[in-house]
């Protein structure tokens, strides 16, 4: 893993969308996003939440070990699962509203860097938990990541490009929100 090559991309996705998503089009192996981004990101947002944990409560002994822990799963595992149930989403959401082909593959490299907001906010509030609501005030900057990617990567006709755009935004935001919501109720059942 280049973590450098890593926080280029993320970094080239906020300050120049367009020019990211022209060098990610011509990404011959779709599934790479995987393997160098999100994942990569995904181990990122959950160490910085794990420290975060740590600094915030302190270590006060196991407990405190043990929330720092399942705070960092439960992050992870909402990336993880956002990223992918986000995916299968738009993939038929391409297929069934637009008449595109099925194309898993294509949906999940846009998807995975698409995310590109999310990983970074949850970077920082992993951190710095207090900025909360600014970081899902700053949640909406998806819109014009999406915006811009659109026809590039998913070929979405300039017509279709505002029909895409609200749904998919709407999904990257609330795929990993609703699973880390999930996650939380039955940590807390189980518990």
């Not at 450098?4 to 080239?12: R, S």
């Not at 120049?16 to 393997?35: C, F, G, H, L, N």
């Not at 959950?46 to 407990?63: C, D, E, K, M, R």
């Amino acid at each position: 893993m280049d973590y450098k090559e890593i926080f280029k991309i993320a970094f080239l996705l906020i300050s120049s969308p367009a020019r990211a998503w022209e060098e990610i089009r011509i990404e011959e192996d779709r599934q790479k996003v995987d393997t160098s981004f999100v994942y990569p990101m995904i181990g990122l947002c959950a160490l910085s939440v794990f420290i975060g944990s740590i600094w915030t409560n302190g270590w006060g002994g196991p407990q405190s070990f043990q929330f720092a822990m399942a705070q960092c799963a439960a992050i992870a595992v909402a990336l993880f699962g956002g990223y992918y149930l986000a995916a299968f989403a738009i993939n038929q959401l391409c297929v069934i509203m637009l008449g595109m082909p099925d194309d898993l593959p294509l949906a999940r490299q846009f998807t995975g860097y698409a995310m590109v907001v999310t990983f970074l906010l949850h970077l920082v509030m992993g951190l710095l938990p207090e900025f909360a609501v600014i970081g899902w005030l700053l949640h909406l900057y998806i819109f014009y990541v999406v915006w811009v990617g659109a026809p590039v990567v998913m070929q979405v006709s300039e017509a279709d490009r505002l029909r895409f755009t609200i749904p998919v935004s709407v999904l990257l935001v609330i795929c990993p929100a609703f699973i880390h919501l999930v996650f939380n109720q039955l940590n807390t059942l189980l518990t």
